[in-house]
């Protein structure tokens, strides 16, 4: 999972690239990166950690240009550590190509052997983007006929690309002293938006943006124009003339439900869905399945996990008729404890993200609604924590089904042996984390939540039920995965 951001501009981009990069910082804290066309010379800074540490005045200045990208990373694919990894990615030829990326490939064996065996090209590190931009640069370099660049060429490189590469990716590159390119896998796993606004310069050309989520859109005040379609690609010339095209021959919108589970940002709306108000129908289902399973009549106070878990704890309150409290404080200085690279880090930051107020767990049986219960190593210190501060009994929820599979379209849990609900009945999983009933939403009610009242009839939810919808992740890569995460 990352978050990814570019735009065509007639001002300099270097600032609205950064603004952008500050409000889709829940999507990845481990490196940032942007980059900025001025003509055909790029200007770029990248580096580990998040935004606002990333970037001081004299990097600023530096990015000069009408035309930028920025990428914030979690690291699904390489290391977080390792900050050559960090994005965009750069090559010179043909024209010179800066691209990012959001998702992960799933083919990345063969196409490092095709690169290095036919397409003759270098790669300098374990990123699956910068597989990605070399296949991208292969493809365009035989397309290009002469010195101008058509955008038909262009789309015809994408069409190579989908062709060639498989997994999930939104992905957005700059062609130095041409124009800005993005473009989706043709299931639309990641999410990736478009918007445009007039020229402040009263041109009358407009300025575009693409990015992760809808909310960097609307805060830039860009009109909302559409989600990029599965497959296609958009090219946008330095001039803001936007031209379209389909590059795949049989797309299909599957995007991520854990985008509308966890990942995105509540005030978002990705392919048509508000993520809210999916939140809020999620919480309305898991409280169904609670009264069917749970003694409710035993229970004092409904309390979420916060942030991700509120819209759906409420209605759990609401419809079960349970007084809905707040009883963890989170401290919003420490980073969301999912996408920390490292379970030890990962476990130590849980109380030094939450803490438990007396007040509300002395002597109440006491209901927690989360977003979902991946690794379990923040449940089980909830648990702990709810039980120190006097809570009687713990009735912990889940507004996801048990996540039992890998992920491989680009969050981080690629091995089953970190998954709590791996070869785990619920019963065995409630033992683990300590709870005294343990209730999950159900894999059917997730997909009615999610999709109610849109065009969208399916969804990529490999991690719970293990059907991988690109239909190339095979047992043998599922343990390929694992034995690299491993070693």
Request: charged residues 20%; aromatic residues 6%.
């Amino acid at each position: 999972m990352c978050g990814i951001v570019g735009l065509v501009a007639h001002e300099p981009a270097n600032q609205l690239v950064y603004d952008a990069l500050l409000l889709l910082q829940h999507r990845g804290q481990d490196s940032t990166g942007i980059a900025t066309a001025e003509g055909s010379i790029f200007h770029s800074h990248k580096t580990r950690g998040q935004v606002r540490e990333a970037f001081r005045t004299r990097d600023m200045r530096a990015l000069l240009g009408n035309m930028g990208l920025g990428h914030v990373r979690y690291a699904t694919k390489g290391a977080a550590s390792n900050e050559q990894e960090a994005q965009p990615f750069y090559v010179n030829a043909p024209y010179g190509i800066t691209l990012i990326h959001n998702g992960n490939l799933t083919n990345t064996r063969e196409l490092t052997s095709e690169l290095f065996h036919i397409d003759r090209r270098h790669l300098n590190t374990n990123s699956d983007t910068e597989l990605l931009v070399n296949v991208l640069a292969h493809e365009l370099q035989e397309q290009v006929n002469g010195h101008e660049l058509d955008p038909e060429q262009v789309f015809a490189a994408v069409t190579r690309v989908h062709d060639r590469v498989q997994g999930s990716y939104a992905a957005i590159a700059m062609i130095a002293g041409h124009g800005l390119l993005a473009f989706r896998d043709p299931f639309g796993i990641r999410p990736l938006i478009m918007g445009r606004r007039p020229a402040e310069n009263g041109s009358g050309r407009m300025e575009w943006i693409v990015a992760s989520e809808s909310l960097v859109l609307e805060s830039a005040g860009y009109e909302i124009v559409r989600d990029i379609a599965p497959g296609e690609a958009v090219f946008i010339a330095l001039d803001g003339e936007m031209v379209s095209k389909q590059c795949h021959a049989a797309p299909r919108l599957v995007p991520c439900s854990f985008e509308y589970v966890y990942l995105a940002r509540p005030d978002s709306v990705m392919n048509g869905i508000s993520v809210y108000d999916a939140r809020l129908r999620l919480g309305n289902r898991l409280a169904d399945t609670i009264a069917k399973y749970a003694p409710t009549g035993d229970i004092d106070v409904v309390m979420p996990i916060p942030d991700s878990s509120r819209p759906a704890a409420s209605q759990v309150a609401q419809k079960l008729g349970i007084e809905y409290r707040e009883g963890f404080y989170k401290n919003r200085y420490v980073g969301r404890t999912f996408i920390m690279p490292g379970q030890a880090e990962r476990k130590r930051s849980v109380r030094q993200k939450l803490n438990a107020m007396g007040t509300e767990f002395k002597g109440k049986n006491i209901l927690i609604v989360d977003d979902s219960i991946v690794r379990g190593t923040t449940s089980r210190e909830i648990v702990e924590m709810a039980r120190a501060a006097g809570a009687n009994k713990v009735t912990f929820t889940s507004a996801a089904p048990p996540v039992r599979f890998p992920h491989v379209y680009g969050i981080n849990m690629p091995t089953r042996q970190e998954l709590i609900a791996h070869d785990r009945k619920i019963p065995e999983i409630a033992q683990v984390l300590g709870a005294d009933h343990l209730i999950y939403q159900e894999v059917e009610d997730m997909r009615s939540a999610i999709t109610e009242g849109s065009s969208v009839t399916d969804l990529e939810m490999s991690c719970f039920t293990g059907d991988y919808v690109t239909g190339d992740v095979s047992p043998e890569y599922l343990s390929w995965v694992e034995a690299t995460q491993l070693s």
